[in-house]
């Protein structure tokens, strides 16, 4: 197996320097070249052939492009929506008054059609989404409800020191439990020792789980706004009496719930 | 080789299935994959691949990893849960598209 070695691999680096791309799209790129070009050596070519080969077809205006689509899709283009959503509605404002005359429409119309790319990439979005820190539970704060908290704890049926993944909050059965954030149904329905079960995606990794519902009225598939009402507290799966499970996962690894209103739990940040 | 349209409309299924399949992967080797199963006829190129995957890892249907492989840093896409509800999804909704298709446009097995 050929691995370039530190010489070849700062030759492809200086290919990529040139482009001015970002320090972490612009390692995962240069860990994709050499990976090609030691390919092409594994057939058979010598490293200068090779480098020139794959360079080729990586120009430096093909990875400034990679750079302002990556921009485009992940920053630019929820904000595009957003903004046409708002130019919309005030365009729909301005039809519906009285003194209405066709000119600000017009006006409005071209800011959105017509918007200018190169402007659009240059723009910097610091938005991030907040994460779920409501109340599952209608007008009452978890604190207050709270009879089991995030972490390690003695299980109530087998009497070990188990890692609890969420916290539990008393309620009656059949009480409304409500989403705590806007987001997309992943799951709803039976889940083992989770019994009646509801899985909400949400943006930048977070899930909320919500489990032992006596019923499910959301289905999988469903967006839901914070607040929605999804379900009904219950006893289903493991459970003893009547309470609701509830989880906030941040890339798949639990998070405290009660931890994401004051701040920003441990490792919940980006890297 | 298959037209630029047809390629970007399946992507993100196709990227999905395979991290449903494999679990974690770095960007070379899914497009070394893809080009291998499908004998070089689907090549995905990677100005779409990579805005697509940190696309997805903003989305929640990925998370990422770094390593540090032979020297060099390597940036593995290891899929979620959220990310195998939605291959699973996708990957229905492609195979009644195909049977649509495969209606209106009156194909017949070879
Ligand atoms: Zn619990």
Redesign the pocket.
């Known amino acids: 197996m050929i691995i370039l070695n530190e010489e070849q691999v700062a030759t492809v680096q200086a290919h990529l320097a040139s482009a001015g791309l970002s320090e972490s799209l612009s390692a995962e790129l240069l860990d994709h070249l050499c990976c090609a070009i030691e390919a092409r050596m594994e057939e058979g070519a010598d490293f200068p052939t090779a480098v020139h080969t794959t360079l080729k077809s990586w120009p430096i205006r093909h990875l400034r492009g990679i750079q302002k689509n990556i921009r485009f899709t992940t920053k630019i283009k929820p904000m595009i929506f957003r903004f046409t959503t708002a130019a919309a509605l005030l365009a729909g404002i301005v039809f519906m008054s009285p003194g209405f005359s066709p000119s600000p429409v017009a006006e409005v119309t071209t800011c959105t059609s017509h918007h200018n790319e190169e402007m659009l990439y240059s723009l910097t979005l610091p938005e991030k989404f907040e994460p779920p820190s409501a109340s599952p539970i209608a007008g009452v704060e978890m604190e207050d409800i709270l009879s089991?908290g995030y972490g390690m704890r003695t299980h109530p049926i087998f009497k070990v020191r188990k890692f609890?993944r969420?916290?539990?909050l008393k309620a009656k059965s059949g009480t409304p439990v409500l989403a705590t954030a806007d987001g997309k149904v992943i799951f709803a329905g039976s889940d083992g020792k989770y019994g009646i079960t509801v899985r909400i995606l949400h943006e930048d990794g977070y899930i909320t789980v919500f489990?032992h519902l006596s019923e499910h009225i959301v289905e999988r598939g469903d967006h839901v706004i914070l607040g929605e009402k999804i379900a009904a507290v219950g006893s289903t799966g493991m459970s003893t009496a009547p309470h609701l499970?509830y989880e906030v996962l941040k890339d798949d690894k639990p998070v405290d719930p009660l931890a994401l209103g004051r701040a920003l739990p441990a490792g919940a940040t980006e890297g | 080789m298959y037209s630029k349209e047809l390629i970007k409309g399946t992507l993100r299924t196709v990227i999905l299935r395979l991290l449903d399949r494999e679990g974690r992967l770095y960007g070379y080797q899914m497009s070394k994959l893809v080009n291998e199963r499908s004998q070089g006829n689907y090549q995905l190129s990677e100005g779409s691949l990579y805005p697509l995957l940190h696309k997805l890892v903003k989305d929640g249907l990925l998370v990422t990893e770094t390593e540090t492989v032979n020297g060099r840093s390597r940036r593995y896409y290891r899929i979620t849960e959220a990310g195998r509800a939605a291959a699973t999804d996708r990957r229905e909704e492609f195979r009644r598209f195909v049977l649509t298709m495969r209606t209106l446009l009156d194909l017949q097995p070879e």
């Open positions: 089991c609890h969420g916290i539990d489990a499970h």
